[in-house]
């Protein structure tokens, strides 16, 4: 039998965590009538972000894996954790047309010991705003303006879609890999704490600006004038203009 969305929002009570010695528990995928671009917007208390737009999906999808992470001796305690964990998700209506609202949050005692994972994958995204911590974000395929922070955690953007709009990009204790085609434009201001920062264009008209250095970035890509900030406290940055932005491996690598 096919399995239809829900119409306009979806609200998951959770259940018990699943059977055995695991301290995790994967719920869904749920389905959320959403066809057409869609702003995406996640606040998570812990835990990781993916959410990737693809053309060929029917509607869009949304996963959560609560984890518990209390270590060796406490198994038991991390499985009875992941009732504390609630999530929510639905399709409202924002400014510029539907937006995904989704938020995870926790009743624990402990909250330090537990995450949220969030998977989303949908048609078309126009637009992302993620909070979460002790987590990674990764974003593939989408447009739109981005408002991300986070922390302890790599940042992953990538999209074969012209980026044309402000992208804002604040991690602490992780990475950020910015990759997007040649059609992009923006201004680009780069700095990471501590780290250093790559700035590599094969396509467009990439122009780096005084006050570049090795942890510095100041740079116009296509004469754009959208602002593309991105900093971090405790990585490296690695900006890229490349054909096929998506085709990377799992690690973030800067000379």
């Known amino acids: 039998m096919e399995k239809r969305p829900f119409a306009v929002a979806l609200l998951m009570a959770l259940a018990a965590g699943l059977p055995g010695c695991s301290t995790s528990s994967v719920d869904g995928p749920f389905s959320l009538a959403a066809r057409g671009p869609v702003e995406v917007n996640v606040v998570s208390f812990n835990g990781d972000v993916t959410v990737v737009a693809d053309p060929m999906l029917p509607w869009a999808t949304i996963r959560f894996k609560r984890q518990g992470t209390h270590g060796h001796g406490r198994n038991e ?30 009743t624990d005692e402990e909250p330090w010991f537990q995450r949220a ?6 048609p078309a995204v126009n637009g992302l705003t993620v909070r979460t911590s002790n987590g990674m974000i990764e974003a593939v395929n989408i447009q739109g303006k981005v408002d991300i922070e986070c922390s302890d955690g790599d940042v992953r953007v990538m999209s074969n879609l012209p980026m044309l709009e402000p992208v804002t990009i604040h991690n602490t204790a992780g990475d950020i890999d910015y990759r997007v085609r040649g059609e992009s434009t923006g201004e680009f201001k780069c700095h990471a704490e501590d780290g250093s920062v790559d700035g590599r264009a094969r396509y467009g008209r990439f122009i780096v600006h005084s006050g570049t250095v090795h942890n510095t970035l100041l740079a116009s890509f296509n ?24 085709d990377v491996g799992t690690s973030i690598v800067t000379p």
């Open 77 to 106: 305690e991390a499985k009875s954790s992941l009732d504390n964990i609630k999530y929510t998700a639905k399709i409202v209506e924002g400014e510029h047309g539907p937006v995904m609202e989704v938020r995870t949050w926790t």
């Open 117 to 122: 994972h969030v998977d989303i994958r949908l």
């Open 223 to 246: 004469d754009g004038t959208n602002p593309i900030t991105l900093t971090t406290l405790g990585g490296d940055i690695r900006v890229a203009v490349v054909h096929n932005p998506t």
